[in-house]
């Protein structure tokens, strides 16, 4: 298979495995800033991406494959997303009945 791409039950054709976080590469890759706009301004999951993978592509041009290295580094954001962010919030699960 190719890193960042699928095959989705009942589509045709390939697609990327998140949108949003291709997306957000792209742009930065196009040599935009996080802060322009992207999308909709009020797309909070994309500008989320932006802002926390621009400072994570430094090395990308050296890697054999800029999919895997990119998919790398949103693993990381998401893990230190939920590290810093959710974890300290006490509350977070009261209200969830059930985790899959």
């Given at each position: 298979?190719?890193?960042?791409?699928?095959?989705?039950?009942?589509?045709?054709?390939?697609?990327?495995?998140?949108?949003?976080?291709?997306?957000?590469?792209?742009?930065l890759?196009?040599g935009?800033?996080?802060?322009?706009?992207?999308?909709?301004?009020?797309?909070?999951?994309?500008?989320?991406?932006?802002?926390?993978?621009?400072?994570?592509?430094?090395?990308?041009?050296?890697?054999?494959?800029?999919?895997?290295?990119?998919?790398?580094?949103?693993?990381?954001?998401?893990?230190?997303?939920?590290?810093?962010?959710?974890?300290?919030?006490?509350?977070?699960?009261?209200?969830?009945?059930?985790?899959?």
């Open positions: 298979g190719k890193v960042g791409a699928l095959r989705r039950l009942d589509q045709n054709g390939v697609s990327t495995s998140c949108g949003a976080a291709v997306g957000a590469y792209n742009f890759k196009s935009k800033e996080a802060g322009d706009n992207l999308g909709a301004a009020g797309d909070t999951q994309i500008n989320f991406i932006k802002k926390k993978l621009s400072s994570k592509l430094a090395n990308v041009d050296q890697a054999p494959n800029e999919m895997a290295f990119v998919t790398y580094q949103m693993y990381s954001v998401i893990r230190d997303f939920f590290v810093n962010d959710i974890l300290p919030t006490a509350d977070f699960w009261d209200d969830a009945s059930e985790i899959v």
